[in-house]
């Protein structure tokens, strides 16, 4: 039982620390009044908080556990992945051409 009171706390920690991040990126990064960098944040927790249910009326009516964790897990690899490489590509072209504007120069 203690092991699952671990995880719930670092959990809400890590919920706590994303907002405050989001939150500060909206309005200082993107210049995003207040009030609409909370409606944002406050829709992505919700749809966070909705999507589990999601899964499980999936998993229970029609594909299985099983496959339903497959599927999501496929999904999710395939996210990160591209998402990687997208931001290894952009800073492999950023440093060739940053490269060919050094040597023009």
């Known amino acids: 039982m203690q092991k699952y009171a671990a995880n719930e706390v670092c959990d809400k920690f890590a919920i706590a620390g994303f907002h405050s991040n989001l939150i500060s990126y909206l309005t200082q990064e993107l210049n995003m009044p ?23 009326l999936i998993a229970e009516s029609f594909a299985g556990r099983f496959w339903t964790i497959t599927i999501a897990s496929l999904i999710y690899d395939l996210v990160c992945y591209s998402t990687i490489f997208s931001y290894n590509i952009f800073f492999l072209h950023l440093k060739f051409y940053l490269s060919v504007k050094l040597m023009k120069a």
């Open 34 to 56: 207040l009030v609409s960098a909370s409606n944002i944040l406050t829709i992505y927790g919700g749809t966070a908080s909705l999507t589990p249910l999601i899964g499980a």
